[in-house]
T-cell receptor, first 111, second 115 residues
Protein backbone atom coordinates (compact mmCIF):
# COMPACT_ATOMS: atom_id res chain seq x y z
CA UNK A 1 0.00 0.00 0.00
CA UNK A 2 0.89 3.66 0.19
CA UNK A 3 2.68 4.73 3.35
CA UNK A 4 5.29 7.13 4.67
CA UNK A 5 7.42 6.55 7.74
CA UNK A 6 9.07 9.23 9.84
CA UNK A 7 10.79 7.58 12.77
CA UNK A 8 11.92 10.75 14.53
CA UNK A 9 9.17 12.29 16.59
CA UNK A 10 11.32 15.21 17.67
CA UNK A 11 14.74 16.61 16.80
CA UNK A 12 16.45 19.15 19.06
CA UNK A 13 19.34 21.24 17.74
CA UNK A 14 21.24 24.43 18.42
CA UNK A 15 21.46 27.19 15.83
CA UNK A 16 23.91 26.54 12.99
CA UNK A 17 23.84 22.78 13.49
CA UNK A 18 23.17 20.34 10.65
CA UNK A 19 19.63 19.02 10.25
CA UNK A 20 18.71 15.54 9.04
CA UNK A 21 15.13 14.28 9.15
CA UNK A 22 14.54 10.71 8.08
CA UNK A 23 11.72 9.67 5.75
CA UNK A 24 11.04 6.43 3.92
CA UNK A 25 8.12 5.63 1.67
CA UNK A 26 6.43 2.47 0.49
CA UNK A 27 7.48 1.19 -2.89
CA UNK A 28 4.14 1.35 -4.72
CA UNK A 29 4.91 3.08 -7.98
CA UNK A 30 7.01 6.22 -8.33
CA UNK A 31 5.06 8.84 -6.41
CA UNK A 32 5.58 12.54 -6.22
CA UNK A 33 7.15 13.32 -2.85
CA UNK A 34 6.77 16.45 -0.75
CA UNK A 35 7.98 18.02 2.43
CA UNK A 36 5.49 20.29 4.18
CA UNK A 37 6.27 22.53 7.16
CA UNK A 38 3.82 23.64 9.81
CA UNK A 39 4.54 26.61 12.04
CA UNK A 40 2.63 27.07 15.32
CA UNK A 41 -0.93 28.24 14.80
CA UNK A 42 -0.83 27.76 11.04
CA UNK A 43 -1.73 25.13 8.50
CA UNK A 44 0.97 23.11 6.76
CA UNK A 45 2.63 24.73 3.76
CA UNK A 46 4.72 23.30 0.99
CA UNK A 47 8.45 23.36 1.61
CA UNK A 48 9.56 21.41 -1.44
CA UNK A 49 8.32 18.91 -3.98
CA UNK A 50 10.20 16.31 -6.01
CA UNK A 51 9.14 14.06 -8.84
CA UNK A 52 10.98 11.24 -10.54
CA UNK A 53 11.78 13.70 -13.31
CA UNK A 54 13.88 16.01 -11.18
CA UNK A 55 15.03 13.76 -8.30
CA UNK A 56 16.11 16.58 -6.01
CA UNK A 57 14.40 19.60 -4.56
CA UNK A 58 15.56 22.54 -2.54
CA UNK A 59 13.97 25.55 -0.90
CA UNK A 60 15.02 28.07 1.76
CA UNK A 61 18.26 26.15 2.38
CA UNK A 62 16.50 22.79 2.77
CA UNK A 63 17.25 19.91 0.40
CA UNK A 64 15.74 16.49 -0.22
CA UNK A 65 16.74 13.79 -2.69
CA UNK A 66 14.44 11.15 -4.13
CA UNK A 67 16.32 7.87 -3.67
CA UNK A 68 14.50 5.00 -5.36
CA UNK A 69 17.15 2.51 -4.30
CA UNK A 70 16.59 2.99 -0.59
CA UNK A 71 13.02 4.40 -0.97
CA UNK A 72 14.06 7.36 1.12
CA UNK A 73 13.42 11.08 0.92
CA UNK A 74 15.39 12.58 3.79
CA UNK A 75 15.31 16.30 4.52
CA UNK A 76 18.56 18.13 5.20
CA UNK A 77 19.73 21.62 6.01
CA UNK A 78 23.33 22.62 6.57
CA UNK A 79 22.74 25.23 9.24
CA UNK A 80 19.44 25.64 11.08
CA UNK A 81 18.06 28.82 12.58
CA UNK A 82 15.70 29.28 15.49
CA UNK A 83 13.03 30.32 12.97
CA UNK A 84 13.15 26.82 11.47
CA UNK A 85 11.45 25.44 14.58
CA UNK A 86 8.31 23.77 13.28
CA UNK A 87 6.78 20.39 12.47
CA UNK A 88 7.97 18.80 9.22
CA UNK A 89 5.83 16.32 7.31
CA UNK A 90 7.02 13.93 4.65
CA UNK A 91 4.20 13.32 2.16
CA UNK A 92 3.70 11.08 -0.84
CA UNK A 93 1.23 11.10 -3.68
CA UNK A 94 -0.83 8.01 -4.36
CA UNK A 95 -1.62 8.31 -8.03
CA UNK A 96 -5.21 9.20 -7.16
CA UNK A 97 -6.63 12.32 -5.54
CA UNK A 98 -5.20 11.69 -2.09
CA UNK A 99 -1.79 12.14 -0.54
CA UNK A 100 -0.41 10.30 2.48
CA UNK A 101 1.19 12.20 5.35
CA UNK A 102 3.90 10.89 7.59
CA UNK A 103 3.45 11.31 11.33
CA UNK A 104 5.58 14.44 11.42
CA UNK A 105 8.87 15.43 13.05
CA UNK A 106 8.98 18.35 15.45
CA UNK A 107 12.16 20.42 15.13
CA UNK A 108 13.21 22.54 18.09
CA UNK A 109 16.12 24.90 17.51
CA UNK A 110 17.62 26.77 20.45
CA UNK A 111 19.58 30.02 20.03
CA UNK B 1 -0.69 33.02 -3.63
CA UNK B 2 -3.36 30.42 -3.00
CA UNK B 3 -5.91 31.44 -0.41
CA UNK B 4 -7.97 29.06 1.69
CA UNK B 5 -10.16 30.54 4.39
CA UNK B 6 -11.76 28.53 7.18
CA UNK B 7 -14.49 29.59 9.55
CA UNK B 8 -14.88 29.69 12.44
CA UNK B 9 -11.34 29.70 13.87
CA UNK B 10 -12.59 28.36 17.17
CA UNK B 11 -15.79 26.54 18.05
CA UNK B 12 -17.19 25.08 21.25
CA UNK B 13 -20.07 22.65 20.79
CA UNK B 14 -22.14 20.42 23.03
CA UNK B 15 -22.37 16.67 22.71
CA UNK B 16 -25.16 15.73 20.32
CA UNK B 17 -25.25 19.11 18.67
CA UNK B 18 -24.75 19.84 14.99
CA UNK B 19 -21.54 21.53 13.87
CA UNK B 20 -20.70 22.90 10.44
CA UNK B 21 -17.17 23.90 9.52
CA UNK B 22 -16.79 26.02 6.41
CA UNK B 23 -14.00 26.39 3.90
CA UNK B 24 -13.64 28.77 0.96
CA UNK B 25 -10.90 28.85 -1.66
CA UNK B 26 -10.37 31.50 -4.31
CA UNK B 27 -7.94 29.67 -6.55
CA UNK B 28 -10.27 27.70 -8.77
CA UNK B 29 -8.82 24.41 -7.54
CA UNK B 30 -10.81 21.30 -8.36
CA UNK B 31 -9.75 19.28 -5.34
CA UNK B 32 -10.58 20.10 -1.75
CA UNK B 33 -9.88 18.15 1.43
CA UNK B 34 -10.79 18.02 5.11
CA UNK B 35 -8.22 16.75 7.61
CA UNK B 36 -8.11 16.50 11.35
CA UNK B 37 -4.94 16.84 13.35
CA UNK B 38 -4.43 15.18 16.71
CA UNK B 39 -1.31 14.70 18.77
CA UNK B 40 0.26 11.39 17.90
CA UNK B 41 -1.74 10.96 14.69
CA UNK B 42 -0.52 13.72 12.42
CA UNK B 43 -2.98 14.68 9.68
CA UNK B 44 -5.78 12.26 8.81
CA UNK B 45 -8.08 12.63 5.81
CA UNK B 46 -11.80 12.76 6.57
CA UNK B 47 -13.44 13.64 3.25
CA UNK B 48 -12.38 15.08 -0.06
CA UNK B 49 -13.92 16.37 -3.26
CA UNK B 50 -12.72 16.57 -6.85
CA UNK B 51 -15.27 19.12 -7.98
CA UNK B 52 -18.56 20.81 -7.27
CA UNK B 53 -21.22 18.30 -6.30
CA UNK B 54 -18.76 15.52 -5.46
CA UNK B 55 -17.74 14.22 -2.06
CA UNK B 56 -15.66 11.16 -1.32
CA UNK B 57 -14.80 9.34 1.89
CA UNK B 58 -11.29 9.64 3.15
CA UNK B 59 -9.58 7.44 5.70
CA UNK B 60 -11.69 8.34 8.77
CA UNK B 61 -15.15 9.41 7.52
CA UNK B 62 -17.32 7.95 10.30
CA UNK B 63 -19.33 10.60 12.09
CA UNK B 64 -18.73 13.23 9.41
CA UNK B 65 -20.49 14.40 6.28
CA UNK B 66 -19.21 16.76 3.63
CA UNK B 67 -20.81 19.09 1.13
CA UNK B 68 -19.35 20.75 -1.96
CA UNK B 69 -22.04 23.07 -3.35
CA UNK B 70 -19.65 25.05 -5.53
CA UNK B 71 -16.09 25.12 -6.77
CA UNK B 72 -15.16 27.55 -3.98
CA UNK B 73 -16.88 26.06 -0.94
CA UNK B 74 -16.47 22.80 0.94
CA UNK B 75 -18.14 22.17 4.30
CA UNK B 76 -17.62 19.53 6.95
CA UNK B 77 -20.70 18.59 8.96
CA UNK B 78 -20.89 16.83 12.29
CA UNK B 79 -24.56 15.89 12.68
CA UNK B 80 -24.18 14.59 16.23
CA UNK B 81 -20.96 15.88 17.70
CA UNK B 82 -19.12 13.74 20.24
CA UNK B 83 -16.17 14.58 22.55
CA UNK B 84 -13.94 12.28 20.46
CA UNK B 85 -14.31 14.79 17.62
CA UNK B 86 -12.51 17.44 19.61
CA UNK B 87 -9.59 18.30 17.36
CA UNK B 88 -8.06 20.82 15.01
CA UNK B 89 -9.55 20.64 11.53
CA UNK B 90 -7.79 21.76 8.38
CA UNK B 91 -9.21 22.38 4.96
CA UNK B 92 -6.97 22.24 1.90
CA UNK B 93 -7.31 22.80 -1.80
CA UNK B 94 -5.11 21.69 -4.64
CA UNK B 95 -4.99 21.17 -8.34
CA UNK B 96 -6.76 22.31 -11.41
CA UNK B 97 -6.26 18.88 -12.87
CA UNK B 98 -6.55 15.56 -11.13
CA UNK B 99 -4.09 13.64 -9.11
CA UNK B 100 -2.00 13.75 -6.00
CA UNK B 101 1.04 15.38 -7.58
CA UNK B 102 -0.50 18.75 -6.94
CA UNK B 103 0.56 21.05 -4.13
CA UNK B 104 -1.97 21.41 -1.32
CA UNK B 105 -2.81 24.81 0.12
CA UNK B 106 -4.10 24.72 3.68
CA UNK B 107 -6.26 27.04 5.69
CA UNK B 108 -5.29 28.16 9.17
CA UNK B 109 -7.44 25.56 10.89
CA UNK B 110 -10.52 25.40 13.11
CA UNK B 111 -10.10 24.34 16.71
CA UNK B 112 -13.23 22.42 17.74
CA UNK B 113 -14.00 21.50 21.31
CA UNK B 114 -16.98 19.24 22.00
CA UNK B 115 -18.09 19.28 25.63
Amino acid sequence: GNSVTQMQGQVTLSEEEFLFINCTYSTTGYPTLFWYVQYPGEGPQLLLKVTTANNKGSSRGFEATYDKGTTSFHLQKASVQESDSAVYYCVRGTGGYKVVFGSGTRLLVSP
Amino acid sequence: EAAVTQSPRNKVAVTGGKVTLSCNQTNNHNNMYWYRQDTGHGLRLIHYSYGAGSTEKGDIPDGYKASRPSQENFSLILELATPSQTSVYFCASGGTGGGSAETLYFGSGTRLTVL
